[in-house]
């Protein structure tokens, strides 16, 4: 009987009822019904299964209705009307609105955890931000570090074994350029004419590095720098090496400083040099996972040499174009990494593998999945590629540019100190990965209904204040809630916000399946929304003992419910605002 008291446990019974009237075997929905002459809930279940039973939608809702109140009793349904073509209106009972927010409060911060079944959990791997360690982390880092970590919480409530990674991109040209242009800023804060090339790295914030390696080593390199001088391209590779390595280690430190503040953790930190590193045997010159992936590939007859590259065959999967893996000179391209990488994903026994890549990889999908789908076990529905857009800030009603390379940049901890952490966690997952999302500063900090998070916030915080009223402190709460609230009749707004709260592990389910932390934002928008609404209606401390102690386990499971929510986004849930 316990299950009946969510939206779930009453699909499944409507699931059994449809069953026995009809022998067909349909998932329900339940919906909420747009106004309350309408009933509480509704299901078009009879219009989907009606023709394979040979009947009409109408008919085969009138006995759908009919078996499933004998199958769950009037306590639960008080009565059900047909509407339209066939769609079940459903009428709740007194009782299952008290059901349900006892359910609630019983379950605590447990309430929607594991919401999938057994058979749906997986062993996942998430990797997010992962970006050169060249610069600062920028706000479009911001958000990809927002949605993932939302994401891996929300997986993880869900039932998935959820590990949270970072691949650090410490190889190939790029990192040069870093190295080279940090020799130059080395070398002018020794007063040498040492410009930084018009393809490096422009940031004031080398300077401060290089002031940082002034500091540290003193003049160590002056003299290979002056020997380059003005050319730093000309610098010795070795000396290169170590500048980049130096300044990797110090750019590493602060992206973990940045994400920590963020609230974002990651259990794994996989750098891109060590897929080079390893290994008994070399192979076409590599060693390490790279070395195993090539003769991976080669032993499935994927690669061949030509034009004195080495390919991979990506257009027998789909792919537009053969792919170089290892060019002319015998670099190997990024395109080797990543497969060399994401190999090694499944040697660690991941079942199912989510990348968040920024905006500019959009082309690089196609070539990925290919790659996958050449890779023993060819299982390419193992890797999911979620492409993320970019975040404008708006300021004044302008549009604030940016660009590493030229140092002209917003970053993250900029945007934190500019609106707070829990603004920007909650702001950076308020639309979906795959649309542009604007931020408009001016109301990320603003104290008022029109701002989003504060308004949920100030929710959380109205709940905290009424509880912290019941007077003789957690004693007098647990009095109050034991009272017999068993013949209190719900009334609308009562009976709105328990339908807003039953939601949520739906809208857990739902996030997971859809990859959509904004589905949490957005409900815990309304569910904030229905609370005011309760609020401003119902008193909660009322002589009536019996309606005290049902508003308060009311209380206390919405409260329950926006830390939860807030949580899952990596926002705050403040006690007092």
Not at 347 to 363: C, K, L, N, P
Not at 475 to 485: K, N, P, Q, S
Request: aromatic share 8%; glycine share 10%; net charge negative.
């Amino acid at each position: 009987m316990d299950e009946l008291f969510d939206l779930s446990g009453l699909a499944r019974s409507l699931e059994r009822a449809l069953v026995d009237v009809s022998g067909q075997t349909v998932a329900v929905e339940l919906t909420p019904s747009p106004r309350p002459e309408m009933g509480d809930l509704a299901t078009n279940a009879a219009l989907v299964a009606a023709k394979r039973a040979g009947t009409t939608p109408r008919e085969l809702a009138e006995r759908l209705g009919r078996r499933w109140v004998e199958i769950v009793g009037e306590p639960v349904c008080e009565r059900f009307e047909v509407a339209g073509p066939g769609f079940l209106n459903l009428f709740l009972g007194p009782s299952w609105f008290r059901g349900a927010v006892r359910r609630m409060v019983a379950q605590g911060g447990d309430y929607a955890r594991d919401v999938l079944a057994p058979a749906e959990r997986r062993k996942v791997n998430i990797e997010f931000v992962s970006v050169n360690p060249t610069g600062p982390l920028h706000v479009g880092h911001a958000r990809y570090a927002s949605m993932g970590d939302a994401l891996c919480r929300i997986f993880a409530l869900a039932g998935h074994d959820v590990t949270r990674e970072f691949y650090v991109n410490d190889f190939g040209t790029q990192m040069v350029k870093f190295g080279v242009s940090l020799a130059a800023r080395y070398g002018q804060a020794l007063g040498l004419e040492t410009p930084v090339p018009a393809d490096g790295y422009q940031g004031a914030y080398l300077a401060d590095l290089a002031a940082e390696l002034v500091a540290e080593t003193g003049d160590e390199y002056r003299e290979a720098v002056a020997a380059a001088a003005p050319d730093v391209t000309a610098l010795d590779s070795e000396v290169v090496q170590a500048l980049k390595s130096w300044g990797c280690e110090r750019i590493l430190a602060r992206f973990r400083a940045t994400l920590d503040r963020l609230r974002v953790p990651f259990d794994v930190w996989t750098s891109e040099t060590t897929l080079y590193e390893g290994g008994d045997e070399a192979h076409r010159g590599f060693a390490g996972e790279v070395g195993k992936a090539l003769a991976q590939m080669d032993g499935e007859g994927h690669l061949y040499d030509a034009e004195g590259a080495v390919w991979l065959q990506t257009t027998e999967y789909g792919d537009d174009k053969d792919r170089v893996l290892v060019r002319q000179t015998g670099e190997p391209t990024y395109f080797l990494s990543d497969i060399a990488y994401h190999r090694d994903k499944m040697d660690r026994g991941f079942e199912h593998m989510i990348d968040i890549w920024g905006a500019d990889h959009h082309g690089y999908v196609s070539r990925m999945k290919a790659a996958f789908t050449a890779l023993p076990p060819h299982e390419p529905e193992r890797l999911e590629l979620l492409i993320g857009q970019m975040v404008n800030l708006l300021e004044s009603g302008e549009t604030r540019r940016m660009s590493k390379r030229k140092g002209d940049i917003v970053t993250v901890d900029d945007l934190m100190d500019a609106i707070g952490v829990d603004a920007v966690r909650f702001f950076m997952v308020g639309r979906s990965h795959d649309s542009t999302l604007d931020l408009d500063l001016g109301l990320a900090v603003e104290e008022s209904s029109k701002n989003p998070v504060y308004y949920v916030q100030y929710a959380h915080a109205r709940i905290c204040s009424i509880l912290r009223n019941l007077g003789d402190g957690a004693a007098g709460r647990e009095a109050l809630l034991a009272a017999d609230a068993s013949a209190v009749e719900p009334g609308p707004y009562e009976r709105a916000l328990v339908k807003a709260l039953v939601r949520f592990p739906l809208v857990v389910r739902e996030a997971v399946e859809k990859r959509g932390p904004h589905r949490v934002h957005g409900y815990l928008g309304e569910l904030a929304a229905e609370f005011h609404v309760f609020y401003r209606h119902c008193r909660v401390l009322v002589d009536d003992e019996a309606v005290a102690a049902f508003r308060t386990s009311l209380c206390l499971a919405t409260q329950t419910t926006l830390a939860t929510g807030l949580g899952l986004l990596g926002v705050t849930a403040p006690a007092a605002m």
